[in-house]
Each structure stands twice: as C-alpha cells, then as structure tokens.
C-alpha cells in the first residue's frame, strides 16, 4: 500500500522524533557516568606527590575541585533523567556506583595521601599501608572504614521503600554520601589553600603536621555519620519548596556573596555546618520532646 505524501512526512517526524528521544535519554548516563570520571580523576591526582601544578594549584586541591565537580554531576543527573523522562533502575544502581568512586574512595584516598606527605618514611613518594607503622594502621584502617560506610550508606538508601509523603523528600536517615565526601574534601582544600596561599604560613611545618592529623578524625566521625539513624535535611527539596519572601532570598543570596568573597573558607564551613546539623537538631528536638518540669 503506498503512502500519500502526508504519511510520509508524519512518519518522517515521528522517527526524528524518536531518535530525538533516544539521544536524549543518553545524557543522564552520561552525567552519571562523568561523576565517576571525576571521582577517577580526583585519585589520580591525589596519588601525586603534593606539589603544584600547571595552573597554581595543589595536587590536592585538583583532586579536591574534582570531587565537587563530581558532586556537581551527581545534583544534575537525577533531574536531566526526569525531564528527559528516562529515569530506570539501572540508573539509580548506577548513580550509586558513581558515588562510591567520588564520594567514597577518592576523599578516603585524599586523606592518605595528605597525611603520608608529613607522617611517611619518604614523603611525596610513598602512601602510608597498614603494614608501614601503628599509627599507619589506624590510618589505613579509618580511610578504609570511611569506604565501606559509603558503599553501605548507598546500598540502605536503595533498599529504603519511600513513600510519597512529604517528609520522606525533606530528610535523609544519615549523612548524605556527597555531604560525608565535600566535608572531607573541602577541609583537604582549605589545609591546602592555607599552606599555599598565605605568605608565612608554607614555611611552618607543624602547622601543617599538626593540622594534616585533624582530617582522619574528620573522615571517621564523617563514617559514623553515614551509617547512622540520625537525620539531615534535604537542602535541596528544602530551597526549591520554601515559602519565596525577603527572608528565603537573604538565605540564598548572603551565603552566594560570603562564597564569592571567600570560596574556600566558605565551603569548608558549609559543609562542616551541614555535617553538625544533623546531631545538633537531634539533640534540639529531644530537648523539646522532654521540657523541664516546673519549679
């Protein structure tokens, strides 16, 4: 049966339309799968020996940079899927995967490669194993600690069933893999941005010592955090579904301005803040559930 020229064009625009679709529905995988890259990228770089690089900055603080591009990628992904209408399980398995490699291994090897620069036998060479010294394998011991809590912080949240209730998409049960890894991260980066940015300051070793054995603390309450029951606001859902007035926008705009005055600094603190939120709100919220008794 031949078709009318009418057909022919009609069915023209639907296969160009489908091809359309199909391209589209490539994009978040490929968002996805550049999160991964960035979290490749990042343990690469902190696998160098500390020094700088071509455009001013630390080994350190690339692979920093890299994490929170990842992170950046990871925010994207999700909403690119739903518009393009192409959101799977796969993906949502996919993503996961990703995160581990970004927000799990690279900062957990950013804080070995951070503290073996001051603490190894041979600095810029050599990373600190569990074999190398007792305090080398603690360290080793809370990097690789630090790592499984993220890949079993990804696996609960893909096993959790959530509903659509409203609170379910406010709050997240335990830190956030992206908030445990850009707490850590952008800690290594203001360490970094403090050594090679202020005059005086590269040349005092143990300021730089005695602040590089703050971040495996760091790593491992990050660690607990991740597993635990305690609860975090979704930053997120919260912004995009908070009342629009005067007030909205100075919690918007204030923190916009400190950040392009001060980057690091103001990284470093957001993530540390949101880090201790959680515990702190728990620990508000049972003190409302249980007023003092009257005298």
């Not at 990628?73 to 490699?101: C, E, M, N, P, W």
């Not at 951070?114 to 810029?124: A, R």
């Amino acid at each position: 049966m031949t078709m009318t020229a009418e057909e022919r064009t009609h069915t023209r625009r639907d296969q160009r339309h489908r091809r359309r679709r199909r391209a589209a529905s490539v994009l978040p995988t490929l968002l996805t799968l550049g999160n991964a890259i960035c979290g490749f990228a990042a343990i690469h770089y902190a696998a160098k020996p500390i020094e700088d690089t071509a455009i001013g900055w630390s080994t350190l603080t690339v692979a920093g940079a890299l994490v929170f591009l990842g992170m950046f990628f990871d925010a994207i992904d999700g909403s690119v899927a739903r518009l393009t209408r192409s959101t799977s399980a796969i993906g949502a398995q996919l993503d996961s995967l990703a995160d581990v490699i970004t927000f799990g291994v690279a900062p957990a090897f950013m804080t070995l490669r951070l503290v073996s620069h001051y603490y190894g036998p041979t600095p810029d060479v050599q990373i600190l194993g569990p074999a190398d010294s007792a305090y080398s394998k603690v360290l080793w011991a809370i990097a690789a600690f630090y790592m499984c809590c993220t890949a079993l912080r990804l696996a609960r949240f893909n096993a959790e069933v959530r509903s659509d209730k409203e609170e379910d998409h406010l709050f997240f049960r335990g830190l956030p893999s992206p908030g445990a890894g850009g707490t850590v991260a952008s800690l290594i980066v203001l360490h970094q941005h403090l050594l090679h940015k202020h005059v005086g300051i590269e040349d005092g070793l143990a300021f730089a010592r005695a602040s590089a054995l703050g971040i495996p603390l760091v790593t491992a309450v990050a660690a607990f955090a991740m597993v635990s029951n305690i609860r975090y606001s979704h930053f997120a859902n919260r912004v995009l579904r908070a009342r629009r007035g005067f007030r909205s926008l100075l919690r918007i705009v204030i923190p916009v301005l400190i950040a392009i005055w001060w980057p690091v600094q103001a990284l470093a603190a957001g993530f540390v803040i949101y880090a201790l939120s959680g515990p702190v709100m728990s620990i508000l919220r049972r003190d409302d559930a249980h007023p003092a008794p009257r005298g």
